[in-house]
C-alpha cells in the first residue's frame, strides 16, 4: 500500500476518534465517575421545588441525597389560611375562596 494512502487512513482515523471524544465530551459535560453517570441532587430543601403554583404542597422527598427529588401534590381539600382555594372549596368551608 503506497504510504499516502497510508497517512490519509491514518489521519481519517485519528479525526474519526477525536469527533467521537469530542461528542462525548459535549454529551455527558463531567456527569461521568468511573465509568457511572452520576444522577446529581435533585433537592436539598422544600424551598428548591417550589413549582410556583399555590395550590400544590412543595416537598422534596430524601433531601441531598442523589435519590432526591420534587414532589409538587396538588391540594385537593379545603382549609383555611393556605392561600389555595381548591376546587370544590368555597367561603363557607375555606376562607381562601
Do not use: H, W
Request: with cysteine.
Amino acid at each position: 500500500m503506497d504510504y499516502k494512502i497510508k497517512s490519509a487512513l491514518t489521519i481519517a482515523v485519528i479525526l474519526v476518534i477525536m469527533i467521537t471524544v469530542g461528542v462525548l465530551v459535549n454529551k455527558f459535560q463531567g456527569g461521568i465517575t468511573g465509568g457511572a453517570i452520576t444522577g446529581g441532587v435533585a433537592c436539598s430543601s422544600n424551598g428548591e421545588c417550589n413549582d410556583g403554583i399555590i395550590c400544590t404542597i412543595d416537598s422534596c422527598k430524601n433531601p441531598g441525597t442523589e435519590n432526591s427529588f420534587c414532589d409538587n401534590r396538588i391540594i385537593d381539600f379545603c382549609q383555611d389560611n393556605d392561600n389555595c382555594c381548591s376546587a370544590g372549596c368555597s367561603s363557607e368551608n375555606d376562607n381562601d375562596c
